[in-house]
């Protein structure tokens, strides 16, 4: 019988972010699903259906890899571009995107490296992650209408007490025991961050070069 | 010089900062059109109704000249993929995505223009041609046509039919906009990359649109390795003037003939 448009885009989606590639993906998959591929994808002598299908897996990763690379681009420098890649594929396929926009795609990486292995090397690392997914956000926060100095000088003495200061929704405070903005700056100036040499260090400081 | 500007959709449905500031600077002096890329209209999931609903406002603020996305689906299961998925060209997938674009249009109050993708796969279980397919959605849904010619062109290699049978197949009365763009040649396969210059036979291809469709408004994309901005409008310059000669050379009945093309042009029944 011939598969719903549901089902083949159920399979479509679970062979192209299938993260050990579309084949591995597909004997699983195929078996379960009772749908041959090559029943569903036209293969020709130039590209298999596995291998069409393939062109697509890599893009998928490859598009959202550049995401979470522009999003955390001094979490990518302490762990270099490796370690980052591997990290993007484990994110992923914990946390596939979930909304239309890809600025959102990114969001969980603060919460997942916390307990990630290489918090183990780094253990700033999800503070790092935390500070940078602040800045997306504060950029594209809602506009606030600010209070001008004539408002301000508006407002009669005796009223004072009762002024409540807020934050615009751009603010954001961040709280760690990290040199966060030490790390940044080395970052910024080309150095390289060492591994700090005992993990559970009581004394958060960086290595030195 | 640019006439005007095409802005992805979903990059401004935030809740402020400067791009909008930038945005609304742009639209003081051009006309803009919003295009998205994660309507996902062909999609088995419910219609995104809070993204819809951004979209709404994004259209109420700017006012664009018009709204597009692309005819096809870009996640299931709440799992947003982020590519551009082509639909199997079935009955289902024709009636499912009418309906869709429908309610959409209801939505926002107006028509949309659906944009052809770039593909690399085709599905056996297809029963339409991709043309046909494009032709009965727009014509069932009554919604507009963005037509991509190099997502033709690359799309006759990948798949092996005449990019040319095609065009002349698309309704001339639904075309409102084309895309151009360069590509990347995988050897086996093109990869529509939008990275590198417009390759002659799409421009030739382009030149066919035109004496079809007419002067359709043109947006050259280009979202990597970006020349200076100097550079940008020359080639959206040539996409006018090239577009205005094919049309001369049409008129006075000396249609050139797009390479590789198994029908000559002049016996397209053109609506230029």
């Given at each position: 019988m011939q598969p719903s448009l549901k089902e083949v885009q159920g399979l479509l989606k679970r062979l192209i972010a299938a993260p050990e590639g579309v084949a591995a993906e597909e004997s699983r998959a195929g078996a379960l699903l009772g749908h041959e591929l090559n029943g569903l994808i036209r293969g020709d002598e130039r590209l298999s259906a596995i291998e069409r299908l393939t062109i697509y897996q890599r893009s998928y990763f490859l598009r959202l890899l550049e995401c979470l690379k522009e999003d955390y681009p001094a979490v990518r420098k302490v762990v270099g571009d490796d370690s980052f890649r591997e990290l993007a594929a484990e994110y992923l396929r914990l946390h596939p995107s979930d909304h239309t926009?890809?600025?959102?795609?990114?969001?969980?990486l603060p919460g997942f490296l916390q307990?990630?292995?290489l918090s183990a090397s780094w253990p700033f690392l999800g503070d790092l992650a935390r500070l940078e997914r602040a800045l997306i956000d504060i950029f594209h926060a809602p506009d606030d209408v600010l209070c001008s100095a004539d408002e301000m000088r508006a407002v009669?003495?005796?009223k004072w007490p009762l002024l409540r200061l807020q934050t615009s929704a751009a603010a954001t405070i961040l709280d760690s025991e990290w040199p966060l903005d030490n790390v940044i700056d080395r970052l910024n100036r080309g150095r390289t961050l060492a591994p700090p040499?005992?993990?559970?260090?009581?004394?958060p400081r960086l290595a030195p070069k | 010089m640019a006439d005007w500007f095409e802005v992805i959709s979903e990059n401004f449905?935030?809740?402020?900062?400067r791009p909008l500031e930038v945005l609304e600077s742009i639209r003081e002096h051009y006309p803009i059109v919003l295009h998205g890329v994660?309507?996902?209209?062909?999609?088995?999931?419910?219609?995104n109704r809070e993204y819809l609903r951004d979209l709404v406002r994004l259209a109420r603020r700017f006012n664009p000249a018009w709204i597009s996305d692309h005819?096809?689906?870009?996640?299931v299961g709440g799992h947003n993929l982020h590519e551009l998925l082509p639909l199997p060209y079935t009955d289902e997938a024709l009636r499912h995505v009418i309906k869709r674009i429908r309610e959409v249009q209801d939505i926002l109050g107006r028509p949309i223009l659906i944009e052809n993708v770039s593909s690399y796969l085709e599905y056996?279980?297809?029963?339409?041609r991709e043309w046909e397919f494009l032709a009965s959605v727009a014509k069932e849904a009554n919604c507009g046509i963005l037509l991509d010619i190099n997502n033709i062109y690359v799309n006759a290699f990948n798949h092996g039919f005449d990019a040319v049978r095609y065009i002349d197949a698309v309704?001339?009365?639904?075309?409102i906009q084309f895309h151009l763009a360069g590509h990347s040649d995988h050897g086996k396969y093109l990869l529509d990359?939008?990275?590198?210059?417009?390759?002659e036979q799409v421009w030739q291809l382009d030149d066919h649109a035109v004496r079809r469709f007419g002067l359709t408004a043109t947006l050259i994309e280009w979202d990597d390795n970006i020349p200076d901005l100097g550079a940008l409008t020359q080639v959206a310059d040539q996409a006018c003037d090239r577009a205005r000669a094919a049309l001369m050379r049409h008129r006075s009945g000396d249609a050139a003939q797009p390479e590789g093309s198994a029908r000559p042009a002049q016996t397209a029944d053109s609506c230029a």
């Open positions: 926009s890809t600025f959102q795609v990114g969001r969980f307990d990630h292995r009669p003495p005796h040499r005992a993990p559970a260090n009581l004394t | 449905m935030v809740g402020g900062g994660s309507m996902s209209l062909g999609s088995t999931d419910a219609l005819l096809c689906w870009t996640g056996s279980i297809s029963t339409f309704p001339c009365d639904r075309v990359t939008h990275d590198h210059p417009i390759k």
